[in-house]
């Protein structure tokens, strides 16, 4: 019997928000970026005369799904998120905060909170990313609820391939490769939001613990561990939540676009 059966409550779910990144492309913000304030309508990827802070959006699209806990690993310095989000009752969520061990990219971030997540089913979003999609999570839910799939990822038109995770799936809409940040590529699809069961935590979890006790540059992708899953055996699946490419407001052209007054 699967336990995890298609429900519209998905109380059993766990958002992970990485929010310990150094935004190192934006040096002059005096803040940390999760909480730029920005104007932005998910409907039209345009500005909105009225702002608020941009983990905002991610966090009101994981309540639209049913996701009512969530945990935010930042770094020491980042603690104006904390003052910003608080316990989450701004977004009708339910926040609990990991501060940053081990400095080795997202991948490390999400596993950190592995003692707090390792039974249940978990969500996993950005909080400087903008996106349109009413019901993004909800469908791969759906899905990753009512297949054999192991993690389903959230597909997004990708407008900077080099940039990003690629992903190739077949005609079932299993996930068959990950390219990441390749110079040139026939693939026009990446991700932006996923979710997975205990199974994926646990090979996350063991595919780093291996790696930093081998090596003396342990930096992995979240995409390289998808790799790991297809190679032994995991079901990746697929789902496009989205026809218009995300914002990845880390960088000044997309943080340009939410930032301007609109006409």
């Known amino acids: 019997m699967n336990k995890y059966l298609q429900s519209n409550d998905n109380s059993d779910v766990i958002a992970i928000i990485p929010a310990a990144g150094k ?3 934006l040096p002059e913000l005096n803040h940390s970026k999760e909480i730029f304030p920005v104007r932005w309508n ?10 608020k802070p941009v983990c905002f959006y991610l966090l009101e699209k994981l309540t639209q799904a ?9 770094r020491e310095e980042k603690l104006d998120i904390v003052k910003t989000v608080g316990s989450g009752a701004c977004v009708d969520m339910d926040i609990a905060y990991q501060m940053l061990k081990l400095p ?14 390792k039974d249940n089913i978990v969500a996993i979003g950005f909080p400087d990313i903008l996106f ?15 297949s054999d799939a192991d993690i389903v990822l959230g597909l997004f038109p990708a407008d900077k391939p080099h ?13 068959t490769e ?3 940040k390749p110079q040139s590529t026939t693939l026009t699809l990446t991700w932006g939001i996923a979710v997975w069961k205990p199974e994926f935590t646990r090979l996350l979890h063991e595919t780093l613990n291996n790696l930093v006790r081998k090596s003396s540059d342990p930096e992995l992708f979240i995409g390289d561990v998808v790799r790991v899953a297809i190679d032994q055996g995991l079901k990746v699946r697929a789902e496009t ?23």
Do not use: W
Not at 42 to 51: G, H, V, W
Not at 132 to 146: D, H, K, P, V, W
Not at 163 to 175: A, L, W
Not at 241 to 263: A, E, N, Q, R, Y
């Open 178 to 180: 990950i390219d990441i």
């Open 132 to 146: 349109s999609g009413e019901n993004a999570f909800s469908t791969i839910l759906n899905t990753l609820r009512g």
């Open 163 to 175: 940039k990003v995770d690629m992903v190739n799936i077949d005609e079932q809409m299993n996930v």
């Open 42 to 51: 998910p409907q039209t990827n345009q500005p909105l005369p009225d702002e």
């Open 104 to 117: 080795h990219g997202t991948a490390y971030t999400i596993d950190q909170v592995y003692p707090f997540v």
């Open 23 to 25: 935004a190192s492309r």
């Open 241 to 263: 939540v989205s026809k218009t490419p995300f914002l990845d407001i880390g960088t000044p052209d997309d943080l340009s676009k939410v930032t301007k007054t609109s006409s």
């Open 66 to 74: 049913g996701i009512r806990k969530g945990i935010m690993v930042i």
